[in-house]
Structures are given as structure tokens and as C-alpha cells.
């Protein structure tokens, strides 16, 4: 018995929340499948939730997610906390041989200002709405 205490004892639990955090804030971002805007507010949405976000993209979409990142930056929403590159085989056909794709990953984190212009935009959505009806 004293053996299985001891065992119990010196297990480690490794904390994955935040291996796991990332996954809930990641975007995969294609360039043919959503307008360019749907990601920029999707973004600004999991940096409410999340304080951060990670956009990450293959291939051709790269140009995509730099842009969307950049609309955040300019815009006063976001800072630039990581980029990430690197290559990935993938396979076009079940048997066709192996091609590397460019990848990319950007994390962006909230401005100081970003709860303040987040508030902003909702107040002047509100008197829009309220001048509409």
C-alpha cells in the first residue's frame, strides 16, 4: 500500500490549458471560402473572449491573413505578438507524392485601446440602428 502512495504521490500533472487555450482562439484562414471581413470581426470577437488571437494560414491565404492583421494593427485593435513560418507536406490525391506548402501563424494580441474603440463602434452602431427605426 505504502508503494501506491508514494507512486501517487510523484505524479506530475501537466497543466495543457493553454496548448488548449490556443486552439479556441486559432482562425484557419482561407481565402476563398469567407470575405475578407468576416475575419476581421471573427478576430475581434476571440480577442474579446480570449485577449488574443491566432491567424494561421497555407499557401496562397498567407497574403489574406497579413492583410487581416494589418486591417486590426492600423485600426488601433491590435498588437503584433508572434509570427510563424514554416512548411508542411500535404498531399493533393490519396497516392500523389508529397508538396510543401508556406504556412503561416500570427498571434495578435489587444491594444491598450481596444476595449475603448470596441465600445466606440457599439455606441455608434446603437445611434445608427436608433436613426434607422
Do not use: W
Request: net charge negative; no cysteine.
Amino acid at each position: 500500500m505504502e508503494g501506491i502512495t508514494e507512486g501517487v504521490n510523484n505524479i506530475n500533472i501537466s497543466d495543457s490549458s493553454s496548448n488548449h487555450l490556443n486552439k479556441k482562439n486559432r482562425i484557419q484562414v482561407s481565402n476563398t471560402k469567407k470575405p475578407l471581413f468576416f475575419y476581421v470581426n471573427l478576430a475581434k470577437r476571440y480577442m474579446q473572449q480570449h485577449n488574443e488571437v491566432e491567424l494561421s494560414a497555407l499557401g496562397m491565404a498567407i497574403a489574406t491573413v497579413v492583410t487581416i492583421a494589418e486591417i486590426l494593427k492600423n485600426n488601433g485593435l491590435a498588437v503584433e505578438k508572434k509570427i510563424m513560418t514554416s512548411t508542411v507536406d500535404m498531399r493533393e490525391d490519396a497516392g500523389g507524392r508529397p508538396i510543401q506548402k508556406a504556412k503561416i501563424e500570427i498571434l495578435l494580441g489587444k491594444s491598450e485601446k481596444f476595449d475603448e474603440l470596441m465600445a466606440a463602434a457599439a455606441a455608434e452602431e446603437a445611434l445608427d440602428y436608433e436613426e434607422q427605426g
